[in-house]
């Protein structure tokens, strides 16, 4: 998986969503990130297509809906990702979170039985060469632990939230004793910078933007991580983050609270 993704989050126009995939991979992404949930596979998929590159070269990656919580209708929603994105197969097919999204709320109710029937539907998925990998996202050490516990067949991702604002390292610590990848999203907090003036004093320092000190933060942690942008100059400024923070000023930004 490569190290670095293109988000597509909230890309809900067509023609906006394909030239950001198109300046994407000529800037030399070869990670994209979308999600049933997200609305925009069928345009996701034909800006891959449109970019001329060889499928093979190209590292994909969906979510299946976190309201879909029984075996049938994940199986029916993955052959549905593959036509919209006129595929073969995804690389990376994850679990979008734990609860519906009208129960997130609930913390009581993690949906144990519900979910490894969705795991089930990934793993049958797998075995039947329509996904390379299977994971998660937003999973916390329980969801992670029924899984484990209740199944042969480890999560080889689980996508969180990762930022200088909030590293989970209870989380990481357990995802990595189980061989889990952390890939973080949200990785530059909003108005960190406002709230933090230090932030941009630090950024200046090493000549780059605050967007671009929060990436490498992550990076320099050893994590995989995807961000959205629809911007080309961005998009090339989001992969330009090779400096080094000290570790001084990387041990300030992961005390801060």
Not at 139 to 159: A, M
Not at 236 to 248: E, G, H, M, R, Y
Request: aromatic share 8%.
């Amino acid at each position: 998986m490569p190290k670095i993704a293109l988000g597509t989050w909230f890309m809900d126009k067509k023609a906006t969503t394909i030239s950001a995939i198109e300046a994407a991979i000529q800037a030399g992404y070869r990670h994209i990130d979308t999600a049933q949930n997200y609305g925009n596979e069928v345009d996701v998929g034909l800006g891959i297509k449109e970019s001329g590159i060889n499928r093979s070269d190209i590292f994909i990656t969906s979510k299946v809906d976190a309201n879909l919580k029984s075996y049938k209708p994940v199986i029916t929603s993955i052959d549905d990702t593959l036509f919209k994105m006129n595929l073969d197969y995804l690389d990376l097919m994850l679990i979008h979170n734990p609860q519906p999204w009208s129960e997130m709320l609930d913390v009581n109710n993690r949906f144990f039985n519900e979910n490894l029937e969705v795991w089930q539907a990934l793993i049958d998925s797998m075995k039947n060469g329509k996904i390379r990998a299977i994971g998660v996202s937003n999973f916390e050490k329980d969801d992670l632990k029924n899984l484990i516990e209740n199944s042969r067949v480890v999560p080889s991702v689980n996508q969180t939230v990762v930022n200088i604002m909030q590293v989970p390292n209870d989380l990481l610590k357990f995802d990595k004793k189980n061989n889990i990848v952390i890939e973080a999203y949200s990785v530059v907090p909003h108005g960190i910078s406002l709230r933090y003036p230090q932030i941009q004093d630090m950024a200046d320092k090493y000549q780059v933007s605050v967007s671009q000190l929060c990436i490498r933060y992550v990076w320099q942690m050893g994590l995989p991580l995807w961000r959205k942008s629809t911007s080309a100059d961005h998009i090339k400024q989001n992969l330009a983050i090779d400096f080094q923070i000290s570790d001084a000023d990387f041990n300030y930004l992961s005390n801060l609270k």
